[in-house]
């Protein structure tokens, strides 16, 4: 079953993947497994994760920032 691209609108229902950044990183990854998001290994301090929900063709339908701070030991 086709989850990403244009041939993906034909699903029936839609079925939408979520794009993170973490940190403001000029990159992203995509994932659209379902899974719960696990993000481990950051430094102790602030951090920011972005999550956006996209449409099959990347369009973000919605997105949330999330801004933590992971205590030292």
Same mark, same amino acid.
């Given at each position: 079953?086709?989850?990403?691209?244009?041939? $993906?609108?034909?699903?029936?229902?839609?079925?939408?993947?979520?794009?993170?950044?973490?940190?403001?990183?000029?990159?992203?990854?995509?994932?659209?497994?379902?899974?719960?998001?696990?993000?481990?290994?950051?430094? $102790?301090?602030?951090?920011?994760?972005?999550?956006?929900? $996209?449409?099959?063709?990347? @369009?973000?339908?919605?997105? @949330?920032?999330?801004?933590?701070?992971?205590?030292?030991?």
């Amino acid at each position: 079953m086709s989850v990403y691209g244009p041939n $993906a609108l034909d699903v029936s229902p839609r079925i939408g993947h979520i794009h993170v950044t973490v940190d403001d990183a000029p990159w992203h990854w995509a994932d659209g497994s379902g899974e719960p998001l696990i993000i481990q290994g950051l430094p $102790a301090g602030p951090h920011r994760v972005w999550i956006g929900l $996209a449409d099959p063709t990347h @369009k973000i339908l919605d997105s @949330k920032t999330v801004d933590f701070v992971v205590p030292t030991r």
